[in-house]
């Protein structure tokens, strides 16, 4: 478990796999999306109501999240540094309506509050300057706007299971996709969000569901379609939730 750089650079490689592979871990983020897609949009509906939201999803990928709340009727802006996932995310946006922008999530190029929500879902565990991402999020969300997060906790159960895991039991799996390093307990995100005026309200746990399509997997190496994620009572591997900007300025 010595430290080693994460590697973003995997996701300039990856093309129509984002959508289509199911030989590679992409496909993991892929079932993560089938849980949390629908969860921020009833999120968004109990805050906001029926009205569009303008809304930025950092690390937007190949645009799993993205795409789904524009088809949901919102503003969307997707942020990330690979053009090429950029490029992938812009053409399945069926409703040509996102805005989909090349940029460094550490020096985002958006005015302060921007945005109502700011999405950052299997992306913190990817920068390592935790602090100053959660201090851009800060910057670009409005007033009383939301932060939705997820990533993983820092722990031997967690590089076993989301590490190692991968590395063992998916096909594909490139080095150093995640580094435990990198990976953010519950409690540090707490303080760091709290440091940039924005207080907790949500936290759920994930995990993935043990059943016929996780023991398939485990065998073959390929992630079946059915494969899926669920919510849970513990954060000790994976967890979501959302943050509500509650001061203008840093604390």
């Not at 910057?139 to 076993?160: E, I, K, P, Q, Y």
């Not at 993935?208 to 190496?221: H, I, N, V």
């Amino acid at each position: 478990m010595q430290n080693r750089s994460v590697n973003n650079a995997i996701y300039e490689q990856l093309g129509d796999r984002w959508y289509e592979a199911d030989d590679d871990p992409v496909a993991l983020l892929r079932a993560e999306s089938k849980l949390r897609n629908p969860w921020v949009a009833a999120c968004l509906r109990d805050s906001f109501g029926a009205r569009p939201v303008r809304l930025l999803d950092v690390g937007c990928g190949g645009g799993f999240l993205t795409n789904y709340l524009a088809a949901a009727g919102h503003d969307v802006t997707g942020l990330d540094n690979s053009a090429t996932s950029l490029a992938v995310a812009a053409r399945h946006d069926f409703t040509g309506r996102v805005d989909y922008r090349l940029g460094d999530a550490l020096k985002m190029p958006f005015e302060n509050g921007s945005f109502d929500v700011v999405c950052a879902l299997d992306f913190l565990e990817h920068v390592d300057d935790l602090n100053a991402a959660v201090a851009e999020v800060g910057r670009v969300l409005a007033l009383d706007g939301l932060f939705f997060f997820h990533t993983f906790s820092r722990n031997r159960l967690c590089w076993l299971v989301i590490i190692k895991g991968c590395e063992w039991f998916v096909k594909n799996t490139p080095r150093d996709m995640h580094v435990l390093p990198l990976f953010v307990d519950p409690s540090e995100l707490e303080g760091v969000m709290n440091a940039h005026g924005m207080r907790g309200e949500v936290l759920r746990g994930t995990r993935p569901c043990f059943d016929a399509a996780m023991w398939r997997m485990l065998r073959t190496g390929i992630v079946p379609r059915e494969f899926s994620f669920k919510f849970c009572n513990s954060t000790v591997l994976g967890y979501s939730g959302f943050a509500r900007k509650r001061s203008a300025e840093p604390v």
